[in-house]
Nanobody
Framework: QVQLVESGGGLVQPGGSLRLSCVLSGTIFRFHSMDWYRQVPGKQRELVAGISSGGSTNYADSVKGRCTISRDNAKNTVYLQMNNLKPEDTAVYYC???????WGQGTQVTVSS
């Protein structure tokens, strides 16, 4: 059974940093591309960053230069390092196993003073 479990969200002040983690189980992690999405109430879920099985990355324009997606195949984990956080980054962040219906449960990120 495929499962994705996120962690690392929380409350942080503007300009602060957080690192989100997502552990994928039930499949062979290193073969698959992974994405981070985020969603605020009343808006569509949007892609934040993605990483291919080979390590190629892509980012939304809104987070370029502030976020880094990475993966550790030995730990079946994908990370999203977020720096210089802004109030508009406040959202529920979801890990997604690309091209499948599998999503994590989401982790809340709140950026506020």
């Amino acid at each position: 059974q495929v499962q994705l479990v996120e962690s690392g969200g929380g409350l942080v002040q503007p300009g602060g940093s957080l690192r989100l983690s997502c552990v994928l189980s039930g499949t062979i992690f290193r073969f698959h591309s992974m994405d981070w999405y985020r969603q605020v109430p009343g808006k569509q879920r949007e892609l934040v960053a993605g990483i291919s099985s080979g390590g190629s990355t892509n980012y939304a324009d809104s987070v370029k230069g502030r976020c880094t997606i990475s993966r550790d195949n030995a730990k079946n984990t994908v990370y999203l390092q977020m720096n210089n956080l802004k109030p508009e980054d406040t959202a529920v962040y979801y890990c997604h196993y690309r091209d499948t219906l599998y999503w994590g449960q989401g982790t809340q990120v709140t950026v506020s003073s």
